[in-house]
């Protein structure tokens, strides 16, 4: 029972749409009815503005950290369960229980975002010391490359690098390297339709370059 009470914390606390709530107290607006419709950092970046999207990110990343630290403070010792609770919130911020609704078609489906901020605050909170790697490769693959979905997909990939080679030297448990897979694949599956929009050449980017195209192209 106490396994399963960490796991439930940790998805309602991945549950919260910080997105959400920082975009209608900005604009007023419903962030669900806006570009993507999801809740993450890009969306609110677009909904809302750089303040909204910062506090944003800040609040995801520490979904996952927190979960980390929950599961330290009350199990401490259990390496499976510091990798669970922060699977728990990414799961809680993709398929929000808060933002539960009908589709068209009538069949109950639950929103959020993609999984990147928990998914990275995870990392930091397993290995707080990535933060000096990870964080500035996100940045640079995030302004750099200018799709958001690129460095959702790419930043797990050089986590599994950094602790796969931490785990190597035994410095830290194979477990931190499963969560990491296991983040690549939630990440995977939410972004299949950013995958598809890549592929045929239609996804929208977020670096200046991208946006000078999209706006002449509104002109």
Not at 80 to 108: C, K, Q, T
Not at 188 to 198: G, M, T, V
Request: charged share 15%; hydrophobic share 50%.
């Amino acid at each position: 029972m106490e396994h399963l009470g960490i796991l439930l914390l940790a998805y309602f606390f991945g549950s919260i749409p910080f997105g959400l709530i920082a975009v209608k107290l900005r604009t007023g607006k419903d962030i669900r009815e806006i570009g993507s419709g999801r809740t993450g950092t890009t969306n609110t970046l677009r909904a809302a503005g750089a303040t909204a999207a910062i506090l944003t990110l800040l609040f995801d990343i520490l979904k996952g950290a927190g979960a980390v630290w929950l599961a330290r403070w009350l199990m401490p010792d259990n390496a499976w369960m510091e990798v669970l609770a922060p699977v728990a919130a990414i799961l809680g911020h993709n398929y929000s229980i808060f933002l539960a609704e009908r589709n068209e078609d009538g069949h109950l489906r639950l929103r959020g975002g993609a999984g990147g901020a928990p998914a990275l605050g995870g990392a930091l909170g397993l290995y707080p010391a990535s933060i000096f790697v990870l964080v500035p490769i996100s940045l640079l693959v995030y302004f750099g490359v200018g799709y958001a979905s690129v460095t959702t997909m790419g930043v797990p990939l050089i986590a599994i690098i950094i602790f796969g080679i931490r785990a190597w030297m035994g410095l830290t448990p194979w477990n931190y390297v499963f969560y990491l897979l296991i983040v690549e694949a939630i990440v995977l599956w939410a972004l299949r339709p950013n995958i598809r929009k890549l592929l045929d050449g239609t996804e929208r980017g977020i670096s200046w370059r991208a946006r000078k195209k999209e706006a002449n192209e509104n002109e």
